[in-house]
């Protein structure tokens, strides 16, 4: 691939790799890559030359441009050849106005992206699409890579087995033993990937992951590979063209990795460097009370950051005590005048369940973002009148057992406060009409 993007640290010491090296880190001080492009190059087409672009390709219905992440190839992986891309049609997912749930949160404007009405049922599609891209393309030009590996909370996983699945690379999947749900697991199974189930939580999956990608010929498919980034950060860039080139007031998501985080600033970031907006939105990042670390690390002015234990969360995509895209996200946060929430299991639960009584079908980890957008609205960090956004990172459905036992009132600990069981009853009209 020439030079139109490349690897280079986060932390500015200014090596530079070709995209298609098998290289995650960097080798002089360890930090993360970051894939950066050549922004004059891109300059060359103006912002409104880019927006009409941008709006032709919404409209394309085949081929590669039919893919909400690769409508933007240009900003994503320029120099990839389309017959490499390997694309279930991401992204494009609905921007969705929610005035009932709205009113009743006290947000007048309120919006929710629906990045889980996608392949796999999550936002992980959008990354996963470039990764998969990029390895299929290198394994064509001669690559050694004999299959791809990930650590997941279980939508990651889902993502790379059903990609890996459709270029025919093999996939290797380490999932923390019963920490993910049985649709998420189930998922890379149907796909064929190699599942093993280990006995410890996503950070220990993250730790093993990181050693046996050392080999290079397993190919390391979690969000530290900088690939998955640029498919992700395309979601702040949909989400200003679906409301016509305007930017909301605030972009809310829950966090884990951080990597979502990053991914969305810098998408932000270069649609304003490039003049298509002339300002940013402020972006929240929300996170269970038992999975913090970046919450702690927001209430004292990111001078102190310290991993934790994560404790067990029914939001569990973002359990995770040790995340990866740190220091990737404080640099978001700081551009983006963010704030950092974090909610209870209890008020998470509730919230998905009134978020559904008007007709959606929240993730726990939805709830986590939609019930710290309540608490900043409490709070008056957002106003009443601004307009928010809200990420709605998977599909409801990747979580029954949650949302049965929700309904049940079997959730442990917790106040349920909109649940409704069916009502067992015999067969006759009558016994119908006296249950109505
Ligand atoms: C992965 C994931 C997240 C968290 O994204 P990070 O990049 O890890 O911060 C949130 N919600 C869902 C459903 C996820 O799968
Ligand atoms: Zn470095």
């Given at each position: 691939?020439?030079?139109?993007?490349?690897l280079?640290?986060?932390?500015?010491c200014g090596?530079?790799?070709?995209?298609?090296e098998?290289?995650?880190?960097?080798?002089?001080?360890?930090?993360?890559?970051?894939?950066?492009h050549?922004?004059?190059?891109?300059?060359?087409?103006s912002?409104?030359?880019?927006k009409?672009?941008?709006?032709?390709?919404?409209a394309?219905?085949?081929g590669?441009?039919?893919?909400?992440?690769?409508?933007?190839?240009?900003?994503?992986?320029?120099?990839?050849?389309?017959?490499d891309?390997?694309t279930?049609?991401?992204?494009?997912?609905p921007?969705?106005?929610?005035?009932?749930?709205?009113?009743?949160i006290?947000?007048?404007?309120?919006?929710?992206?629906?990045?889980?009405?996608?392949h796999t049922?999550s936002?992980?599609d959008?990354?996963?699409?470039?990764?998969v891209?990029v390895?299929?393309?290198?394994?064509k030009l001669?690559?050694?890579i004999?299959a791809?590996?990930?650590?997941?909370?279980?939508?990651?996983s889902?993502?790379?087995?059903?990609?890996?699945?459709?270029?025919?690379?093999?996939?290797?999947?380490l999932?923390?033993?019963?920490?993910v749900s049985?649709?998420?697991?189930?998922?890379?199974?149907?796909?064929?990937?190699?599942?093993?189930?280990?006995?410890?939580?996503?950070d220990?999956?993250?730790?093993?992951?990181?050693?046996?990608?050392?080999d290079?010929?397993?190919?390391?498919?979690?969000?530290?590979?900088?690939?998955?980034?640029?498919?992700?950060k395309t979601v702040?860039?949909?989400?200003?063209?679906?409301?016509?080139?305007?930017?909301?007031?605030?972009?809310?998501l829950?966090?884990?990795?951080?990597?979502?985080v990053?991914?969305?600033?810098?998408?932000?970031?270069?649609?304003?460097?490039l003049?298509?907006?002339?300002?940013?939105?402020r972006?929240?990042?929300?996170?269970a009370?038992?999975?913090?670390?970046?919450?702690l690390?927001y209430?004292?002015?990111?001078?102190?950051?310290?991993?934790?234990?994560?404790?067990k969360?029914?939001?569990?995509?973002?359990?995770?005590?040790?995340?990866?895209?740190?220091?990737?996200?404080v640099?978001?946060?700081q551009r983006?005048?963010?704030?950092v929430?974090?909610?209870?299991?209890?008020?998470?639960?509730?919230?998905?369940?009134?978020?559904?009584?008007?007709?959606?079908?929240?993730?726990?980890?939805?709830?986590?973002?939609?019930?710290?957008?309540?608490?900043?609205?409490?709070?008056?960090?957002i106003?009443?009148h601004?307009?928010?956004?809200?990420?709605?990172?998977?599909?409801?459905?990747?979580?029954?057992?949650m949302?049965?036992?929700?309904?049940?009132?079997?959730?442990?600990?917790i106040?349920?406060?909109?649940?409704?069981?069916p009502?067992e009853?015999?067969?006759?009209?009558e016994?119908?009409?006296?249950?109505?």
């Amino acid at each position: 691939m020439n030079e139109q993007s490349w690897l280079e640290c986060i932390r500015g010491c200014g090596v530079k790799h070709a995209i298609d090296e098998v290289i995650y880190q960097c080798e002089q001080c360890g930090g993360l890559l970051d894939v950066e492009h050549d922004v004059d190059a891109l300059k060359q087409r103006s912002a409104i030359e880019w927006k009409e672009l941008f709006e032709q390709r919404a409209a394309v219905r085949s081929g590669p441009y039919a893919s909400g992440v690769w409508a933007k190839k240009e900003w994503v992986c320029s120099q990839l050849p389309l017959e490499d891309i390997v694309t279930f049609y991401e992204g494009n997912t609905p921007l969705l106005n929610v005035p009932t749930l709205g009113k009743q949160i006290g947000l007048s404007d309120l919006w929710v992206k629906l990045c889980g009405n996608s392949h796999t049922g999550s936002f992980k599609d959008l990354g996963m699409t470039v990764l998969v891209s990029v390895v299929n393309h290198m394994i064509k030009l001669g690559s050694p890579i004999r299959a791809v590996a990930c650590a997941s909370t279980g939508d990651t996983s889902a993502a790379l087995a059903a990609y890996a699945a459709a270029a025919g690379i093999p996939a290797i999947i380490l999932l923390p033993h019963d920490k993910v749900s049985p649709e998420q697991l189930i998922q890379p199974l149907a796909n064929g990937a190699k599942v093993l189930s280990l006995n410890t939580d996503f950070d220990g999956c993250m730790r093993v992951v990181q050693e046996l990608t050392q080999d290079p010929s397993i190919y390391l498919a979690n969000s530290m590979n900088s690939l998955r980034m640029e498919g992700q950060k395309t979601v702040g860039i949909e989400i200003v063209q679906q409301f016509g080139w305007q930017v909301p007031d605030w972009i809310i998501l829950p966090a884990g990795n951080l990597g979502n985080v990053s991914a969305l600033g810098k998408g932000l970031l270069l649609m304003f460097e490039l003049g298509l907006i002339d300002h940013l939105p402020r972006i929240a990042c929300a996170q269970a009370q038992n999975a913090n670390p970046f919450y702690l690390a927001y209430k004292n002015g990111f001078k102190q950051y310290q991993p934790v234990v994560a404790q067990k969360s029914t939001a569990s995509a973002i359990q995770i005590g040790a995340p990866v895209s740190y220091e990737r996200a404080v640099k978001v946060m700081q551009r983006f005048d963010g704030v950092v929430e974090q909610v209870s299991e209890e008020d998470l639960a509730n919230i998905c369940a009134l978020a559904d009584r008007s007709g959606l079908y929240c993730c726990p980890q939805t709830g986590v973002a939609l019930s710290a957008a309540q608490k900043l609205a409490v709070q008056s960090v957002i106003k009443p009148h601004e307009r928010v956004v809200v990420i709605s990172t998977a599909n409801g459905l990747k979580f029954s057992q949650m949302k049965t036992a929700y309904h049940g009132y079997r959730l442990k600990d917790i106040q349920v406060k909109y649940g409704n069981a069916p009502i067992e009853i015999e067969a006759s009209m009558e016994e119908v009409f006296r249950n109505l």
